[in-house]
């Protein structure tokens, strides 16, 4: 394994060094991304460089593209997720930090025929914080929300 290891990184590099539109997209993304599609059953699959990347990426996307939309996001969600929300155009409530009334209050006032989108960070990275994710899957299942952590 380290031999193949070694070889591997002396042929490929040890990674793309950069996002794909820096650094472009190797061969081996596009073949790792066709066997996570099939191993999924889906039609495709999409590799991140980073976690920062996949937030942004995938909630500018599902809230962008989701006709209507509306997202709750707590007030202490990471950079990313904020930046990923700000660029999919959604209309945006904030619920207070780990708050379930304050988040229930909210998602209770929706146009309950929308969709709608509760994002938070399960351990929140900047405090340490657990969400309490059973209760908000409650909300979540009360409302015909769906979840992002």
């Known amino acids: 394994v380290l031999e193949a290891m070694k070889e591997a990184i002396d042929l490929f590099g040890a990674g793309s060094g950069g996002s794909r539109n820096i650094g472009g997209t190797n061969h081996y993304h596009v073949l790792l991304e066709k066997e996570l599609a099939d191993l999924h059953g889906k ?37 990313s997720i904020i930046d990923g929300l700000r660029h999919s155009g959604a209309e945006k409530h904030i619920f207070r930090h780990n708050d379930v009334e304050h988040l229930e209050k909210l998602i209770a006032q929706a146009d309950p ?33 769906m979840t992002f952590l």
Do not use: W
């Open 43 to 79: 039609e495709e699959a999409l590799l991140f460089s980073s976690g920062y990347t996949a937030n942004d990426g995938s909630l500018t996307i599902l809230a962008g593209r989701l006709d209507g939309c509306v997202v709750f996001s707590d007030e202490l969600n990471h950079a």
């Open 113 to 145: 025929t929308r969709p709608k989108l509760i994002v938070l960070e399960s351990v929140y990275s900047m405090s340490g914080d657990l969400a309490p994710l059973a209760e908000i899957a409650e909300v979540a299942q009360r409302h015909d929300a």
